[in-house]
């Protein structure tokens, strides 16, 4: 409901690969929404119906029309140490290879708000099947993740 957020304690390493997957509702935008947060070295957000990965804080995979308001979509974001992939619904919709890949935050792995940013960063909506993987996903995996479950029909 754009109160709250959830906070995973720190028990992953993700240096050498990860992926983010979830199904998002977004109920209204504007601004931008947490949806990852591990500190300024990664983070993920929405901003208006753009999906926008922040990696080291420099290197941006920002894919505009991402989302629709109201509907389920299934995103996903892959690290495979050199290759950031963003998909949504299964589809590849952007990539990039940051110049530097380390990351060096201590905190803890945060959902749906940042910590540091107040109110204005929680995601409003409804989420589901999230999962943080300890290494990068398969095209293919990913595909399988997004197929459309009857309850998001």
């Not at 992953?12 to 199904?23: E, P």
């Not at 929404?33 to 070295?41: E, L, R």
């Not at 926008?52 to 509907?71: I, M, P, Q, R, Y």
């Not at 910590?115 to 398969?138: C, H, K, M, W």
Request: aromatic share 14%.
């Amino acid at each position: 409901d754009g109160t709250g957020g959830v906070e995973i304690a720190k028990n992953l390493n993700l240096s050498d690969g990860f992926s983010v997957s979830m199904w998002v509702k977004p109920e209204k935008f504007g601004g931008y929404q947490s949806m990852f947060y591990y500190g300024a070295s990664l983070y993920w957000r929405l901003q208006g119906t753009a999906s926008s990965f922040n990696f080291d804080g420099w290197h941006t995979l920002k894919v505009a029309d991402a989302v629709s308001w109201g509907e389920w979509i299934h995103l996903a974001t892959t690290f495979d140490g050199t290759t950031l992939i963003t998909y949504a619904n299964g589809k590849k919709i952007g990539e990039v290879k940051p110049d530097k890949t380390r990351i060096y935050n201590q905190d803890n792995i945060y959902l749906f708000c940042r910590p540091d940013a107040g109110q204005e960063s929680r995601f409003t909506g409804e989420a589901d099947e999230i999962v943080v993987y300890n290494g990068a996903l398969t095209p293919e995996e990913v595909t399988k993740l997004a197929e459309v479950p009857a309850d998001k029909k």
